[in-house]
């Protein structure tokens, strides 16, 4: 189960701790499916994914695709 209120909480929260704008580049070590980069990426201007398993990089890919991402770069 999953609570998308908490999460959008939560994501609000580290951009603002993060004092991100759009200059902002976010590097997400151990990214897995890419869901607090790909949330932070309208508001900064690239998102660098850095994860080891590779099934979960193709779904941060099709996460990004399917949200219409500026296309976050992911690495293996």
Do not use: F
């Not at 609000?12 to 590097?27: F, K, M, P």
């Amino acid at each position: 189960m999953v609570n998308t209120p908490a999460a959008e909480v939560l994501y609000t929260v580290i951009q603002e701790w993060a004092q991100l704008d759009g200059g902002s580049t976010v590097l997400d070590v151990c990214c897995g499916t890419g869901t607090i980069g790909l949330a932070l990426a309208p508001k900064v201007k690239r998102v660098v994914g850095i994860e080891l398993c590779q099934e979960a990089v193709e779904d941060a890919r099709m996460n990004a695709l399917t949200n219409a991402s500026a296309g976050p770069h992911l690495t293996e």
